[in-house]
Protein backbone atom coordinates (compact mmCIF):
# COMPACT_ATOMS: atom_id res chain seq x y z
CA UNK A 1 0.00 0.00 0.00
CA UNK A 2 1.48 3.21 -0.68
CA UNK A 3 2.04 5.90 1.93
CA UNK A 4 1.24 9.55 1.93
CA UNK A 5 2.98 11.30 -0.99
CA UNK A 6 3.81 14.76 -1.02
CA UNK A 7 5.49 16.86 -3.89
CA UNK A 8 7.44 18.69 -4.36
CA UNK A 9 10.17 17.12 -1.85
CA UNK A 10 11.89 20.90 -1.75
CA UNK A 11 10.82 24.21 -3.01
CA UNK A 12 12.77 27.09 -3.11
CA UNK A 13 11.33 30.45 -4.08
CA UNK A 14 11.92 33.89 -3.87
CA UNK A 15 10.14 35.90 -1.70
CA UNK A 16 6.80 37.66 -3.43
CA UNK A 17 6.26 33.81 -5.21
CA UNK A 18 3.86 31.50 -5.64
CA UNK A 19 4.47 27.79 -4.86
CA UNK A 20 1.76 24.95 -4.16
CA UNK A 21 2.74 22.20 -2.23
CA UNK A 22 0.55 18.95 -3.38
CA UNK A 23 -0.17 16.11 -1.16
CA UNK A 24 -1.64 12.55 -1.70
CA UNK A 25 -2.75 10.54 1.66
CA UNK A 26 -3.39 6.99 1.82
CA UNK A 27 -6.26 5.65 -0.18
CA UNK A 28 -9.42 5.68 1.51
CA UNK A 29 -8.39 8.10 4.28
CA UNK A 30 -11.14 10.61 4.39
CA UNK A 31 -8.95 12.74 7.69
CA UNK A 32 -5.94 14.87 6.01
CA UNK A 33 -4.02 16.95 8.14
CA UNK A 34 -1.68 19.64 7.13
CA UNK A 35 1.35 20.97 9.47
CA UNK A 36 4.31 23.02 9.45
CA UNK A 37 7.49 22.87 11.05
CA UNK A 38 9.66 25.82 11.29
CA UNK A 39 13.01 25.03 11.85
CA UNK A 40 13.61 23.92 15.59
CA UNK A 41 10.04 24.26 16.43
CA UNK A 42 7.15 22.05 16.86
CA UNK A 43 5.38 20.94 14.30
CA UNK A 44 2.35 23.02 14.14
CA UNK A 45 -1.05 22.11 12.79
CA UNK A 46 -2.29 24.20 9.60
CA UNK A 47 -5.25 22.03 9.17
CA UNK A 48 -7.50 19.52 9.07
CA UNK A 49 -9.88 18.24 6.18
CA UNK A 50 -12.87 15.75 6.54
CA UNK A 51 -12.92 13.99 2.81
CA UNK A 52 -13.50 17.53 1.19
CA UNK A 53 -14.57 19.76 3.77
CA UNK A 54 -12.18 21.66 6.09
CA UNK A 55 -13.01 20.69 9.75
CA UNK A 56 -10.54 22.85 11.20
CA UNK A 57 -8.36 25.53 9.62
CA UNK A 58 -7.76 26.91 12.71
CA UNK A 59 -4.05 26.87 12.06
CA UNK A 60 -3.46 28.99 9.12
CA UNK A 61 -1.05 31.66 9.93
CA UNK A 62 -3.26 34.42 7.52
CA UNK A 63 -4.76 34.65 4.05
CA UNK A 64 -1.67 33.82 2.48
CA UNK A 65 -2.32 30.29 2.61
CA UNK A 66 -5.06 28.68 0.82
CA UNK A 67 -5.46 24.67 1.10
CA UNK A 68 -8.18 22.79 -1.10
CA UNK A 69 -9.00 19.38 -1.43
CA UNK A 70 -11.55 18.89 -4.30
CA UNK A 71 -12.56 15.45 -4.23
CA UNK A 72 -11.58 14.23 -1.26
CA UNK A 73 -8.41 13.20 -2.50
CA UNK A 74 -5.16 14.94 -2.84
CA UNK A 75 -4.81 18.48 -1.48
CA UNK A 76 -2.93 21.10 -2.04
CA UNK A 77 -1.57 24.00 -0.40
CA UNK A 78 -0.89 27.08 -1.97
CA UNK A 79 1.15 29.79 -0.11
CA UNK A 80 0.86 33.26 -2.39
CA UNK A 81 2.17 35.89 -2.09
CA UNK A 82 5.49 33.50 -0.04
CA UNK A 83 7.35 35.52 2.79
CA UNK A 84 10.50 34.70 4.56
CA UNK A 85 8.87 33.34 7.71
CA UNK A 86 7.13 30.86 5.47
CA UNK A 87 10.53 28.55 5.31
CA UNK A 88 10.16 25.60 6.64
CA UNK A 89 9.03 21.84 6.52
CA UNK A 90 5.30 21.27 5.07
CA UNK A 91 3.98 18.15 6.59
CA UNK A 92 0.94 16.62 5.38
CA UNK A 93 -0.84 13.19 7.26
CA UNK A 94 -3.61 11.27 6.49
CA UNK A 95 -5.93 8.84 9.07
CA UNK A 96 -8.63 6.69 7.80
CA UNK A 97 -10.56 7.35 11.26
CA UNK A 98 -10.83 10.35 13.61
CA UNK A 99 -8.67 9.50 16.77
CA UNK A 100 -7.16 7.07 14.56
CA UNK A 101 -2.96 6.77 13.77
CA UNK A 102 -1.94 9.38 11.69
CA UNK A 103 0.52 8.57 8.91
CA UNK A 104 2.71 11.40 7.26
CA UNK A 105 4.29 12.61 4.51
CA UNK A 106 8.29 12.72 4.17
CA UNK A 107 7.38 16.24 3.59
CA UNK A 108 7.90 19.67 1.63
CA UNK A 109 11.23 21.74 2.97
CA UNK A 110 10.17 25.18 1.57
CA UNK A 111 12.66 27.82 1.30
CA UNK A 112 11.82 31.11 0.56
CA UNK A 113 14.32 33.67 -0.16
CA UNK B 1 -6.75 25.62 22.54
CA UNK B 2 -4.30 22.76 23.49
CA UNK B 3 -0.71 23.75 23.99
CA UNK B 4 2.29 21.12 24.44
CA UNK B 5 5.67 21.42 25.99
CA UNK B 6 8.24 18.90 25.61
CA UNK B 7 11.54 18.63 27.15
CA UNK B 8 14.34 18.22 26.91
CA UNK B 9 15.10 19.89 23.29
CA UNK B 10 18.00 17.64 23.23
CA UNK B 11 19.62 14.56 24.81
CA UNK B 12 22.49 12.45 24.33
CA UNK B 13 22.96 9.37 26.41
CA UNK B 14 25.36 6.88 25.97
CA UNK B 15 24.33 3.24 24.75
CA UNK B 16 23.15 0.66 26.38
CA UNK B 17 21.56 3.63 28.68
CA UNK B 18 17.89 4.95 29.67
CA UNK B 19 16.55 8.04 28.18
CA UNK B 20 13.44 9.87 28.98
CA UNK B 21 11.52 12.17 27.01
CA UNK B 22 8.75 14.28 28.99
CA UNK B 23 5.78 16.37 27.89
CA UNK B 24 3.12 18.72 29.66
CA UNK B 25 -0.25 19.27 27.99
CA UNK B 26 -2.81 22.17 28.89
CA UNK B 27 -6.32 21.13 27.48
CA UNK B 28 -7.58 18.18 29.90
CA UNK B 29 -10.24 17.17 27.52
CA UNK B 30 -6.99 15.22 25.74
CA UNK B 31 -7.47 11.96 26.02
CA UNK B 32 -4.73 10.25 22.72
CA UNK B 33 -1.47 10.87 23.15
CA UNK B 34 0.89 9.50 20.65
CA UNK B 35 4.94 10.05 20.52
CA UNK B 36 6.35 9.92 16.76
CA UNK B 37 9.84 9.40 15.92
CA UNK B 38 11.46 11.09 12.60
CA UNK B 39 14.72 9.85 11.79
CA UNK B 40 17.35 12.48 10.05
CA UNK B 41 15.56 12.73 5.84
CA UNK B 42 12.58 10.70 6.65
CA UNK B 43 9.43 11.24 7.81
CA UNK B 44 7.53 11.49 11.20
CA UNK B 45 6.12 7.55 12.33
CA UNK B 46 4.44 6.32 14.96
CA UNK B 47 6.14 4.13 17.42
CA UNK B 48 3.70 4.13 20.47
CA UNK B 49 0.77 6.08 21.93
CA UNK B 50 -1.61 5.83 25.02
CA UNK B 51 -5.15 6.75 25.87
CA UNK B 52 -6.23 8.02 28.75
CA UNK B 53 -7.92 5.01 29.86
CA UNK B 54 -4.83 3.36 30.87
CA UNK B 55 -1.84 4.63 32.71
CA UNK B 56 1.21 3.19 30.98
CA UNK B 57 1.93 1.40 27.91
CA UNK B 58 5.06 -0.37 26.72
CA UNK B 59 6.68 -2.06 23.74
CA UNK B 60 9.76 -3.86 24.04
CA UNK B 61 11.88 -1.29 24.55
CA UNK B 62 9.73 1.19 24.95
CA UNK B 63 7.19 2.54 27.36
CA UNK B 64 4.86 5.69 27.60
CA UNK B 65 3.64 6.80 31.18
CA UNK B 66 0.59 9.49 32.04
CA UNK B 67 -0.63 11.08 34.56
CA UNK B 68 -3.90 12.57 33.84
CA UNK B 69 -4.00 14.28 36.75
CA UNK B 70 -1.14 16.49 36.32
CA UNK B 71 -1.37 16.62 33.08
CA UNK B 72 1.82 15.15 31.94
CA UNK B 73 3.29 12.12 29.76
CA UNK B 74 6.69 10.40 29.50
CA UNK B 75 8.45 8.34 26.80
CA UNK B 76 11.14 5.94 28.30
CA UNK B 77 13.42 4.19 25.79
CA UNK B 78 15.63 1.31 27.58
CA UNK B 79 18.76 0.20 26.44
CA UNK B 80 19.54 2.49 24.17
CA UNK B 81 20.80 1.84 20.72
CA UNK B 82 22.39 4.30 18.18
CA UNK B 83 19.61 3.64 15.85
CA UNK B 84 17.61 5.26 18.76
CA UNK B 85 18.80 8.53 17.84
CA UNK B 86 16.15 10.88 16.09
CA UNK B 87 13.75 13.23 16.99
CA UNK B 88 11.04 12.53 18.85
CA UNK B 89 7.20 14.51 18.80
CA UNK B 90 5.14 13.85 21.72
CA UNK B 91 1.72 15.11 20.69
CA UNK B 92 -2.19 15.30 22.13
CA UNK B 93 -5.53 15.52 21.08
CA UNK B 94 -9.01 15.14 21.72
CA UNK B 95 -9.73 11.59 20.09
CA UNK B 96 -12.64 12.49 17.95
CA UNK B 97 -10.89 15.29 16.68
CA UNK B 98 -7.24 14.29 15.90
CA UNK B 99 -6.08 17.53 15.34
CA UNK B 100 -2.83 16.77 17.16
CA UNK B 101 -1.02 19.80 18.99
CA UNK B 102 2.63 18.67 18.69
CA UNK B 103 5.69 19.21 20.89
CA UNK B 104 9.04 21.25 19.91
CA UNK B 105 10.52 17.98 19.55
CA UNK B 106 13.85 16.60 21.55
CA UNK B 107 16.90 15.19 19.01
CA UNK B 108 18.15 12.14 20.89
CA UNK B 109 21.57 11.30 20.08
CA UNK B 110 22.72 7.89 21.25
CA UNK B 111 26.09 7.55 21.70
CA UNK B 112 27.98 4.39 20.72
Known amino acids: EAGVTQFPSHSVIEKGQTVTLRCDPI?????LYWYRRVMGKEIKFLLH????????ESGMPNNRFLAERTGGTYSTLKVQPAELEDSGVYFC???????????FGQGTRLTVV | GENVEQHPSTLSVQEGDSAVIKCTYS??????FPWYKQELGKRPQLIIDIRSNVGEKKDQRIAVTLNKTAKHFSLHITETQPEDSAVYFC???????????FGAGTRLTVKP
Open chain 1, 27 to 31: SGHDN
Open chain 2, 91 to 101: AASISHNNDMR
Open chain 2, 27 to 32: DSASNY
Open chain 1, 49 to 56: FVKESKQD
Open chain 1, 93 to 103: ASSQVRGGEAF
